[in-house]
């Protein structure tokens, strides 16, 4: 059995979902609100964050932790490279794209989000239990000044962290001029982090939770629009064309 302790918008619990999905693993989900996860967390693992996967008695946290767990548990279409040299390169740049990608771009992303409490209301209860809309109306004002202090949210390290993530774009287009994939020749760990992780400013339609429907602030549209003609954007959508689904449910196993 199979449960992957989730927020349903968070990138790093997409590269985990994306990951069992990829091996074609039946399991089960449980959103959890920002907030009250904590408890839950703490319950079964050292730190709060999410994504945290039970597999049996084992509790593994950390999406890279996962992935790596799910390649020795279910050693087929393995995302880690076996060849040492590419899987050095796979593991490095995955460093660098949880960084760069995840923690900067969560950064600059919430800190635009923060802007509109309708759009981050609607983003962070997307298919919450059935209170959460009501109980986020009342504890918006808390989640936000947590959200301000725990990612470090105001207009001087966004401009940094829109540096970091620039760089690390700019990267991503050159290595991408003239291969398909990041690392080696086939989809590999590095792959999957890269587009997860850049799903939010990418708005795939094939994201599991439609995340292409919220509307972004003002601030955060026009950033995007500048990104829509760059190869990265269009990379990372076609990762998702055809990759995200690429065993389709009726092929699944249950363990
Ligand atoms: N390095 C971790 C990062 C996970 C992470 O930052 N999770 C965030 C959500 S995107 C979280 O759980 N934040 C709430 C908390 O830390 O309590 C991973 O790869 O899973």
């Known amino acids: 059995m199979i449960t992957l302790y989730q927020f349903t918008i968070s990138?790093?619990?997409?590269?985990?979902?994306?990951?069992?999905?990829?091996?074609?693993?039946?399991?089960?989900?449980?959103?959890?609100?920002?907030?009250?996860?904590?408890r839950k967390a703490l319950k079964v693992a050292s730190s709060t964050q999410l994504p945290i996967l039970r597999?049996?008695?084992?509790?593994?946290?950390?999406?890279?932790?996962?992935?790596?767990?799910?390649?020795?548990?279910?050693?087929?279409?393995?995302?880690?490279?076996?060849?040492?040299?590419?899987?050095?390169?796979?593991?490095?740049?995955?460093?660098?794209?949880?960084?760069?990608?995840?923690?900067?771009?969560?950064?600059?992303?919430?800190?635009?989000?923060?802007?509109?409490?309708?759009?981050?209301?609607?983003?962070?209860?997307?298919?919450?239990?059935?209170?959460?809309?009501?109980?986020?109306?009342?504890?918006?004002?808390?989640?936000k000044s947590r959200l301000v202090r725990d990612m470090k949210l105001n207009a001087l390290e966004a401009e940094r962290s829109r540096l970091i993530l620039n760089n690390l774009l700019v990267h991503l287009d050159q290595k991408l001029e003239n291969k398909e994939y990041l690392v080696g020749d086939r989809f590999t760990r590095a792959d999957l982090t890269a587009a997860a992780l850049l799903s939010p400013i990418c708005q795939p339609p094939e994201h599991p939770y439609h995340t292409e429907n919220l509307r972004l602030p003002h601030d955060l549209a026009e950033f995007q629009d500048r990104l829509k003609d760059r190869p990265f954007y269009h990379w990372v959508q076609r990762l998702y064309q055809q990759h995200r689904w690429e065993v389709k449910p009726a092929d699944r196993y249950m363990l």
């Open 11 to 38: 990138q790093f619990c997409e590269k985990a979902r994306w990951a069992l999905d990829h091996k074609g693993l039946i399991f089960t989900t449980e959103n959890l609100l920002p907030g009250t996860h904590a």
């Open 55 to 143: 597999h049996g008695m084992n509790y593994i946290q950390g999406s890279g932790n996962i992935i790596t767990h799910l390649d020795d548990a279910f050693p087929t279409r393995l995302l880690t490279p076996e060849d040492p040299e590419l899987r050095k390169e796979a593991l490095e740049l995955e460093r660098r794209l949880d960084k760069d990608a995840g923690l900067h771009l969560r950064r600059f992303f919430y800190t635009y989000m923060l802007q509109d409490s309708r759009q981050l209301r609607k983003l962070i209860t997307l298919y919450g239990p059935w209170y959460s809309n009501n109980f986020y109306t009342l504890m918006l004002p808390t989640i």
